[in-house]
């Protein structure tokens, strides 16, 4: 800065008829540090600049890089989710084949069971001719039992009359 007020004094002395110096030289100094602060600030703005750019891009990268782990991980979480529902509906098959089995030995079971209620109702079919068959066997045991004590009666009537006689 003090090189190019240095030159620009000495250049507007040459030129013009200077009355004062120190005017001349205060001039100079305003002159020149507006343009070095202009300078400064566009090289500091250019510098900012810069930097925010760099920021910027490096935000966008570091987001970029967060939206690829997001999709990795939502991708990762959807393939678990499919998997785990995958399992979920076999397993649900499985229940379902297990419930059709059980179902199928129900019916056998129902199957047996007419089986033995119709074999049941045979057997009280059977009961029911063993006990009419027990009472006409209890009625003939009865008057064999009567006939036997009316003819045990009469021989012996038959022989007190003999002996009586």
């Known amino acids: 800065m003090k090189d190019l ?20 030289h205060r ?5 020149t540090s507006g343009y070095v602060e202009q300078e400064t600030h566009e090289r500091q703005f250019t510098t900012l600049t810069g930097k925010i750019d760099a920021t910027l891009a490096a935000m966008k990268e570091g987001f970029q890089r967060m939206d690829d782990r ?17 399992r979920f509906e076999d397993i649900n098959k499985r229940f379902e084949d297990v419930n059709n089995h059980f179902d199928e030995v129900n019916n ?23 006990d009419e068959m027990n ?5 003939q045991n009865k008057l ?3 006939g036997f004590t009316a003819m045990a009666l009469i021989i012996a009537a038959f022989n007190l009359a003999v002996i009586l006689t």
């Open 70 to 86: 997001f999709e990795a991980l939502q991708k990762q979480m959807d393939e678990r989710f499919e998997s785990q529902e995958r």
């Open 135 to 139: 009472k006409r066997f209890d009625s």
């Open 27 to 31: 001039y100079v100094v305003l002159l």
């Open 144 to 146: 064999m039992s009567l």
């Open 5 to 24: 007020a240095e030159l620009l004094e000495d250049e507007l002395a040459e030129a013009f008829e200077v009355k004062n110096h120190k005017s001349l």
């Open 108 to 130: 056998r079971f129902e199957d047996v069971n007419r089986r033995f209620e119709d074999t049941n109702s045979r057997f009280e079919d059977v009961n029911k001719r063993f």
